[in-house]
């Protein structure tokens, strides 16, 4: 929005034009030499953009990191999310980083954001050179900024402020803010190509880039940049640690893994033990006897007696009766598989452009962004419909082999066959973005130390998704009295039966795929636009001296309009879809005005222990259109105690307005197992007796195994009943600067806690909110249904459950920040040692306030799995003459869910009937990379290797969480593509 005037000019002593990144130094972080005191003369000092204030990363009241594009270049991260994705700040909590295609995510498919400290991306705001870009994607749920539109190659540096920052930046700046400052000037033709290759196949990325700038006279500068990116696609099955999920159970006297094997009929590899997909088979709905093709057409006797002409019954550790080998047929190493994406393919384009114009006195700077991003994903799915005998279309023979048609002494039986079907999804994306301002000075006199910029930005994301989906109209899915209604309205539908037979053993093994998609698949396309425009004001300068210095002042105003506008296709919209999410259209608007103002005051200057004191503060006033109205304000202290030692701390209260799919979320529809969000399962092994107490009042049996088809979770928004969330941050840090080596060490503390914090909750919250409570029952328990003891099918298995978003209690957490940085001039070269490492206390969410307790120890989840207690990185560096060699590393701390289970998994468990050690922890990992870079006069070619010692991410047991194989995918500081090697080549003319 405006960090280079609120954070710069706002707290500044004077008054001009900003200083600008100059082209030379577009790696680099600007230095300029200040030498007004012997401790300031011990710090390297940085320019904020917008402001001639210049700052240490360690001298700031609130602490802030600055990431250089080198890093991008020494390290091989080839784009702007990966160079984010991998700061100590993000890697110790979950991020969207395009591997949750088979999941309803933020954004849609693709969709890369950041979250700082684990709060979520919707409270990290990330703007660039200080304004505020809109957001892009699909489907109805958009609010971050997706670092796909930003080209990597226009970056210079980012600054990264660790705290909240809602009264500079306004909404969503809680936990942090990224400010990405591109570069300003070019002065030379500049080309640019890249390459990361890893070792093994599958997950390629290129890029190449050009910028070019000229000017003219000396009154206006232009740069024009251009950048394509391809990321190619990398199937599960190219990695092992990604596919072929297992049960991951050791025996505990060493002898491996107790995993069954996999002996199934149309195996290919026994002892692959491969199982992405379960298909192949026709289940009785009512005996649950399971049939699979037999592999040379005999036909066996069922369980029930009932010869199957083609059939053999499944028998899980059975004997084939064919060869007498045991058989388990949970498990096919299916070569449908092999094209299974885990990254899809991303390409991306992009154009960026900038004009920097003299108008005699006041200066104009105009940007502007275009951004096509295209995402393709291939995977599989099951398709699992029921069928039935009774009014099978006057009597068609495609079931004439339905199980056990007497099972009920009525004139027909129900079935349900699993067979496999490909699924394909596409998302392309327009974005366009445009900053223009206006800054200048005033005319000697009174106002000679102040200055003003009026700033307007504009941008505009249109995204459509496509891809095929199972008719619900034509999948054959009947109730079990065999009335078709496929919209569920309870009113029987007039449905042609299927065109193909279900049952053929070869629709049911996937050799005849292609006609199952001809007979009851279909293609749809939706379209979504979202759509800002900003206005920002502001004057700042200095009021009056004071003993210690200049007092500054700024004010300032800013207005803001955001828009959404979601239509999915056609397919979604009808609800004519099987056994995928469903939405509605999301459309609306929001808007907000707001003031704010922030004043620097120097209090002591040059004396004992006080070599310099600052104290600052800033408040902002906000009125929304939907969100409420209200004020924040923040406080902080700069204290240069010595010459080499320093302290710092800050206070401040932020908010976040609901954002626009938070109030306008059409019903959107998905599925979850029964398994992982109902705490009624096995209810007498818990060790909560409200669950214990509950389930049993509900009428529960307590051995109830939760076996069923998933249950449907509706997510919408909150509406007009949404309010804004509230926040507190606090920050306490040292920094020591010795002058006995170039050396600054800053360690700094953090509390930040959220109030009213917005919210869809999980469907395992609702549930667990409804059971596991003293109070039942309660509001959340009308929030879902079950189904009766006495169902046919599915008893006591939950049907659907209702998901708005809402306001629910708070989330807090707390931390340590240490960075380091050391430079040393050698007789051999210069060495600079560059590290950051997070120490998170403890993380705590409160949905139900203190009378639920989700299965974690007083409600801290630090030190889960996808949240490491200790996450950091390091580098290494030499720069001798034309070569610059690096050694990088990150680290990731241990991480352990036992907490979340009722037994001790810790130690061995009873694994059908034999004894098992689960893995329900990963180990804590050091990744390392290496580099070598020459620079010539024209050419710089750098090359290396990451992960160069090929560091898989931990495995864990399969009861953990959601992963991809057996490697837990809301663990994402792991690196998932392996061992690569990097080239890249720059050529300026």
Known sequence: MFSGVAIGALIMTGAANAQETDAADEDVVTTIDTTPSESEARQ??????????????????????????????????????????????????????????????????????IDLRGCGDTRTLVLIDGKRPGASGTRGAIAALDLNVLPQSIISRVEVLKDGASTIYGSDAVCGVVNIITRDSVDSLELNFDVSRPFDSGGEQYGVSGAWGFDLGDSANFTISAEYRLSEELDASERDYLECPRDYVADPNGGGLLDRLNYSATATNPNRNCSNLYYNTVIDAFSGERLVPSPNGATIPSIYGTSIPGYRPRVGTGTDPNTGALYFEDILDSPLLDNEDF??????????????????????????????????????????????????????????YILDPGYLNSAGGLAQMVAPFPTTDKVTIDYYYVSSSLSGGFSPGFMDKWSWKVDGTYSRGEGTYEGNEILLSKSGDWNYDGVADYNGDGVADALAPPSIDFLDPDILSGARVDDLVAAVGGYQTGNTVYEQTTFTAVLAG????????????????????????????????????????????????????????????????????????????????????????????????????????????????????????????????????????????NWADSTNPNIRANCAAAGIPDN???????????????????????????????????TFADINIALDYYEIEISDQITSLTGAQIVGGCYATTTYPNDFCDLFDRNPGDATIGAFNLDNIQAPTLNVDSQSQSGLDLEVRYTGEFNFGTVTFDSSVNWALERYINVFGSDFVSGIEDNDFNGTIGYPSVVGDASLRLDRGDWTYTWFTDFTGRQDDNRYFAA????????????????VYTEAQWTHGASVRWQGDTWSITGGISNIFDEHPPQVSDIVTTSAGNTPLNATAY??????AFVSVSKTF
Do not use: H
């Open 904 to 919: 001790d998994y810790n130690d061995p468990q009873n694994y059908f009937g034999l004894t098992g050690l689960y893995k």
């Open 542 to 681: 200095e009021l009056f001296d004071l003993p210690a210095g200049p007092l500054g002042l700024g004010l300032g105003a800013e207005y803001r309009e955001f828009s959404i506008d979601d239509k999915p296709g056609e397919l979604t919209q009808t609800g004519d879809i099987w056994g995928s999410s469903t939405a509605g259209p999301t459309k609306g608007t929001n808007s907000v005005s707001e003031i704010f103002a922030e004043i620097s005051v120097p209090l002591i200057k040059g004396a004992p222990l006080a070599e310099d004191v600052e104290f600052s503060g800033s408040v902002r006033a906000f009125d929304y259109d939907l969100g409420g109205t209200d004020s924040i304000y923040k406080v902080g202290l700069n204290w240069q105690i010595t010459p080499t030692v320093r302290a710092r701390s800050s206070y401040g209260t932020s908010y976040r307005a609901p954002a626009l799919f938070e109030l306008f979320l059409e019903d959107q529809t998905g599925f979850l197992s029964q398994t992982s969000i109902d705490p009624c399962i």
């Open 704 to 738: 109830y195994t939760g076996t069923g088809s998933s249950a449907l979770v509706i997510t919408s928004g909150g509406g007009d009943l949404l309010e804004p969330e509230t926040g507190d941050t606090f920050t306490a840090g040292v920094i020591w600067t010795p």
């Open 343 to 400: 990254f899809p393919r991303n390409e991306n384009i992009s154009l960026f452009g900038t004009a920097d114009v003299d108008l005699g006195g006041m200066a104009w700077d105009t940007e502007v962004l275009y951004s096509r991003r295209e995402t393709e994903a291939e995977g599989w799915r099951q398709f699992f419909p029921v069928i039935g005998t009774a009014d099978n279309a006057a009597g068609s023979p495609l079931y004439s």
């Open 44 to 113: 390297e000092k940085i320019v904020v953009t917008g402001s001639l204030l210049a700052r240490d990363e360690f001298a700031s009241s609130s602490p802030i990191q600055v990431i250089t594009a080198e890093v991008a270049t020494l390290e091989g991260l080839v784009d702007t999310a990966a160079l984010l994705q991998g700061s100590s700040l993000a890697a110790g909590s979950t991020q969207l980083n395009n591997t949750f295609q088979n999941y309803v995510t933020n954004g849609g498919l693709g969709a890369q954001t």
């Open 975 to 980: 690196d998932l593509r392996g061992r690569r």
